[in-house]
């Protein structure tokens, strides 16, 4: 048998060469990884075929890409089913649409959008008015950070498997308003643990943490009744940038007074910013806010509070 | 097959196929149905008559019975309640592969290409992954009758880039 290759070598030499690739591809899309990187060491025509592979990838990292419409992103992200990690760092859309990442193999999808401070390069500069939605459908998503979602535009499901959610809105003063703002929170805590959820999730769900980024005078007005994530789920809960300010206690106290299950709440305080001398942002009083705090009815028995000062602070995006 | 049942057997319609090399079988119409392209043949062809002869121009004779086989069984483990068990499936398919050469292999995968039959086609590209898994460069170039047309020094750049897929491979 190992006679016949090599007689078929010396023979009529290059005839098996002429496979279409569609079928090379289909070959070596049963192999590893590494085998396919040794395949580019085989000939020309080889050695970029991992190139046309997409469903090789197991994790992929976007950063600086300009998409021309949130579909191409959506149609490669569903070509790849194997992924499991997807970093969307500082991409960007030209298109209002909706972004929309179904994946069953993933299992942690960070999407960090741009900064408000970033120019957009794109054919049109529309950067202050887009304001794009994003639709996760990932079932056996275990992480997920949003950070600089401009927009509510945003649902989540079958995340059944989820216990890490960040979420950090981009809120500009002219575009998403408060109560789009709290509407968003409540919906995403609804989206996180729909009823299915509910029935696996006792199971499966060890520890689900919550960090959220809080902006300044933000009135937040949370909705009445609890969401199940709250009553079964929620254990962990980080509030990043905390100044002193009530509309940031009213969130503390939602937390305290609805989260049944809460084991863990830290408070990280904002740095003072202050421009010639005076404050304009930042932390006075945390004493009073402190005792402030202490006065809340809680629901779980079992709370640790911890208030971090910022020198000590981990980075949110940890 | 046909020994099953003698008085049905009689009545299954045949349909029949001309190989490459102009040599004919012929073929219980359900099992030529398996094959996208026979199917095409007379779907959407109103002029095709059962009994007209189907040319396969990819497919040589010498393959068409295995071929013919595979179709047969698989769609038999398909339709049979309870599913067969998975040793049974397997045992047949490592048989169908056993004593086929490289080469065989390869011209069955043009074949089943050609047929369009997705079944057939993964099965065999699946067991031709498995022969190169892996294999050193060498062995795969000699597998699909591939010239090295790198310069040595392309080749020993390329190969430096990705050291580490290069180590411990099986023996040729």
């Known amino acids: 048998m190992e006679g016949g290759v090599d007689d078929e070598v010396g023979g009529d030499g290059d005839r098996l060469s002429n496979l279409p690739e569609n079928i090379v591809r289909h070959i070596l899309s049963f192999l590893d990884s590494i085998d396919i990187v040794r395949a580019s060491a085989v000939s020309r025509k080889w050695r970029y075929i991992w190139v046309s592979m997409p469903y090789l990838l197991k994790s992929l990292e976007l950063c600086s890409i300009m998409f021309m419409d949130?579909?191409?992103?959506?149609?490669?992200?569903?070509?790849?089913?194997?992924?499991?990690?997807?970093?969307?760092?500082?991409?960007?859309?030209?298109?209002?649409?909706?972004?929309?990442?179904?994946?069953?193999?993933?299992?942690?999808?960070?999407?960090?959008?741009h900064e408000r401070s970033m120019l957009f390069k794109g054919p049109t500069s529309r950067e202050q008015t887009i304001q794009f939605g994003l639709k996760v459908v990932c079932p056996n998503l275990v992480s997920l950070k949003v950070v600089s979602l401009r927009s509510h535009k945003f649902s989540f499901q079958e995340m059944n498997s989820l216990q890490n959610v960040l979420m950090d809105f981009d809120r500009p003063?002219?575009?998403?308003?408060?109560?789009?703002?709290?509407?968003?929170?409540?919906?995403?805590?609804?989206?996180?643990?729909?009823?299915?959820?509910?029935?696996?999730?006792?199971?499966f769900l060890e520890s689900r943490s919550f960090r959220w980024w809080t902006k300044p005078n933000f009135p937040w007005k949370m909705p009445?009744?609890?969401?199940?994530?709250?009553?079964?789920?929620?254990?962990?809960?980080?509030?990043?940038?905390?100044?002193?300010?009530?509309?940031?206690?009213?969130?503390?106290?939602?937390f305290l007074e609805n989260g049944y299950v809460l084991q863990k709440m830290r408070i990280f305080w904002a740095g003072n910013l202050r421009v010639n001398g005076k404050r304009i942002y930042g932390t006075e009083n945390t004493d009073e806010f402190i005792s402030e705090v202490m006065k809340f009815p809680r629901s779980s028995s079992n709370v640790a509070l911890t208030f971090v000062e910022p020198e000590s602070r981990i980075s949110f995006y940890d | 097959m046909a020994s099953s049942s003698s008085s049905s057997s009689t009545q299954v319609k045949k349909i029949t196929l001309k190989a490459a090399d102009g040599k004919h079988f012929e073929v219980e119409e359900p099992v030529a149905m398996e094959m996208e392209t026979v199917k095409s043949f007379f779907v959407g062809n109103e002029d095709a008559m059962k009994d007209m002869v189907v040319p396969l121009l990819n497919v040589s004779s010498e393959h068409m019975p295995a071929i013919?086989?595979?179709?047969?069984?698989?769609?038999?483990?398909?339709?049979?309640?309870?599913?067969?068990?998975?040793?049974?499936?397997?045992?047949?398919?490592e048989a169908f592969l056993e004593n086929k050469s490289d080469e065989q292999l390869m011209e069955m995968i043009m074949a089943a290409n050609f047929l369009n039959t997705k079944e057939l086609l993964n099965f065999l590209t699946e067991a031709a992954a498995n022969r190169i898994k892996n294999k050193s460069v060498e062995y795969v170039r000699a597998f699909f009758g591939i010239e090295n047309d790198f310069t040595p020094e392309e080749e020993a750049r390329i190969r430096a880039e990705n050291e580490w897929a290069f180590d411990g491979l099986d023996e040729d």
């Not at chain 1, 992103?73 to 859309?93: D, G, I, M, Q, T």
């Not at chain 2, 013919?68 to 398919?93: C, G, I, M, Q, W």
């Open chain 1, 173 to 203: 003063d002219n575009n998403l308003d408060v109560p789009q703002c709290c509407h968003a929170l409540s919906k995403m805590l609804k989206g996180v643990c729909n009823v299915n959820a509910l029935k696996v999730s006792e199971v």
């Open chain 1, 70 to 113: 949130s579909l191409s992103l959506a149609n490669f992200v569903s070509s790849c089913p194997h992924l499991e990690n997807l970093r969307v760092h500082e991409c960007s859309f030209t298109d209002d649409d909706i972004i929309e990442i179904t994946a069953a193999s993933l299992k942690d999808l960070s999407i960090i959008l």
């Open chain 1, 224 to 254: 009445n009744g609890t969401t199940s994530c709250l009553k079964y789920h929620l254990k962990i809960v980080e509030l990043f940038n905390v100044a002193d300010d009530k509309h940031e206690l009213d969130l503390v106290r939602f």
């Open chain 2, 68 to 93: 013919l086989d595979f179709y047969r069984n698989h769609s038999e483990f398909r339709k049979r309640t309870p599913p067969p068990p998975a040793e049974e499936v397997k045992a047949f398919n």
